[in-house]
């Protein structure tokens, strides 16, 4: 299976943006999730949502995040409100059960 992310973009700082993960199969009862990294930092969690739909968020983006998932269209999105500048990044997205990346997609917050 290979993850496919997109929806980044530039926004001002307190806009919103959702990211979308597209699997190219069939994302069965794993747990999906959403990773980020900041220019000169490493990869850190962001969201996770397991197959009764049950997330769990970083505390940075409790209540302003919202990771949801389709598993008949085998996708995950990623609602993000009031986006700050340090949340510049590459979002990525996770597929647990079979440890699959996919390539990211920037998202730049700035004004």
């Known amino acids: 299976v290979q993850l496919v992310e997109g929806g980044g973009g530039l926004v001002q700082p307190g806009e919103s943006l959702t990211l979308t993960c597209i699997a190219s199969?069939?994302?069965?009862?794993?747990?999906m999730g959403w990773y980020r990294q900041a220019p000169g930092k490493q990869r850190e969690f962001v969201a996770r949502?397991?197959?009764?739909?049950?997330?769990d968020y970083s505390e940075s983006v409790k209540g302003r995040f919202t990771i949801a998932r389709n598993d008949a269209q085998n996708t995950i999105n990623l609602n993000m409100n009031s986006l700050k500048p340090d949340e510049t990044a590459i979002y990525y997205c996770?597929?647990?059960?079979?440890?699959?990346w996919g390539q990211g997609t920037q998202v730049t917050v700035s004004s």
């Open positions: 949502i397991d197959s009764n739909l049950r997330a």
């Open positions: 996770h597929l647990a059960f079979t440890e699959t």
């Open positions: 199969g069939s994302i069965g009862t794993s747990d």
